[in-house]
């Protein structure tokens, strides 16, 4: 019970929600355009064994494939850089708990 200066009672309470933790990130937003700050594409998260990260464009041609964290997309393909837009994803990871996860998302490429 919490007393205030005039000598009254009263009393707060908070609920909070704590959610798991997620190993896996992918940014929402990236900026290939040379600045040094988010140029490239990366899967991050602890303990990956082993990936597989496609994007595709709108059009649902893969622009890029990586089975590496280290190798990211620097939003080219075939050498050409892509348009600012959205982009899908699909991710299957490994962990080095045994856990799969499958991740479907997007990310949005600005220039």
């Not at 609920?15 to 990130?25: A, G, S, Y």
């Not at 959205?86 to 962990?95: K, R």
Request: hydrophobic share 35%; proline share 8%.
């Amino acid at each position: 019970e919490i007393v205030n200066e005039g000598d009254c009672p009263d009393a707060a309470s908070l609920n909070v929600c704590i959610l798991p933790p997620t190993p896996i990130f992918i940014p929402d937003v990236f900026s290939p355009n040379n600045d040094g700050n988010n140029d490239i594409l990366y899967v991050r998260g602890a303990g990956i064994d082993g990936m597989n990260f496609t994007v595709f464009d709108r059009w649902g041609e893969q622009v890029f494939t990586s089975t590496h964290p280290d190798f990211g997309w620097d939003g080219r393909f075939r050498g050409k850089p892509m348009p600012s837009g959205v982009y899908v994803y699909y991710l299957t990871i490994s962990l080095n708990t045994g856990a799969r996860e499958v991740i479907k998302g997007d990310v949005t490429l600005v220039r």
